[in-house]
């Protein structure tokens, strides 16, 4: 099983750029790495998908080293409404079955 | 509006008595999924499915049991509700275009439901 580890919580401050790393060093080859955003009391919410390099979307940005065993998620200039739960996802090799997510990381962004 | 609705969004019910929590998909994806939510341990799976009449169980499948008879519909039914699985409940679906296509694992998540069971 491709299993994620991140920070379970990180702090930032309105305007600055944050990165959060999620390794997944069991990562199959076709798998995708996909994050997605939580808000209390609300489901996960798509943010960026990639397979290797770099992704940006109006969003955020994501960067995958050449090994693919870990990925960066890359939020530019956040505000407090970034402040939320923030998780990695990598299939699982063999297929897509289960799509395990891992615990997330908290993100507190303060004014 | 594409979207994943489930129902119902809030329930109280005593232990033994049986519920179902509905899930509908309105964008003709493949795959669904149900997944628990309890603080500290993120988002578990329980059940998912590949398609229509292929259900597999997932991390925490006990104590649950799902149906896909329909391609949009994939309710969650606890025959025998107890305490420990008092949770918020999210059922989620995907395209399911098959392994290493992108977009294949893209979920898209109802609200929630939260349960509780006394």
């Known amino acids: 099983l491709a299993k994620t580890t991140q920070p379970i919580s990180m702090d930032s401050y309105e305007g600055q750029e944050v990165n959060i790393t999620c390794s997944h060093n069991n990562i199959a080859t076709n798998d995708y790495i996909t994050w997605y955003q939580q808000f209390p009391s609300q489901g996960p919410r798509f943010i960026i998908q990639?397979?290797?390099t770099k992704v940006t979307n109006e969003v955020a940005s994501l960067f995958i080293p050449a090994d693919r065993k870990s990925s960066t998620l890359s939020l530019p200039r956040v505000s407090l409404s970034d402040t939320a739960v923030y998780y990695c996802?990598?299939?699982?090799?063999?297929?897509?079955?289960?799509?395990?997510f891992g615990a997330g990381t908290r993100l507190a962004v303060h004014p | 509006e594409a979207q994943v609705t489930q129902n119902p969004r809030y329930l109280i019910t005593v232990t033994g008595k049986k519920l179902t929590v509905t899930c509908s998909q309105n964008m003709n994806h493949e795959y669904m999924s149900w997944y628990r939510q309890d603080p500290g341990l993120g988002l578990r799976q329980i059940y998912y499915?590949?398609?229509?009449?292929?259900?597999d169980k997932g991390d925490v499948p006990e104590g649950y049991k799902v149906s896909r008879k329909e391609k949009r519909n994939f309710p969650l039914i606890l025959e025998s509700p107890s305490p420990n699985q008092t949770s918020l409940y999210f059922c989620?679906?995907?395209?399911?275009?098959?392994?290493?296509?992108?977009?294949?694992?893209?979920?898209?998540f109802g609200a929630g439901s939260r349960l509780t069971v006394l």
């Open positions: 989620a679906s995907s395209p399911g275009l098959g392994q290493g296509a992108l977009g294949a694992n893209v979920l898209t």
């Open positions: 499915s590949m398609n229509v009449e292929v259900t």
């Open positions: 990639g397979y290797k």
């Open positions: 996802l990598v299939g699982v090799s063999g297929g897509y079955n289960k799509l395990i």
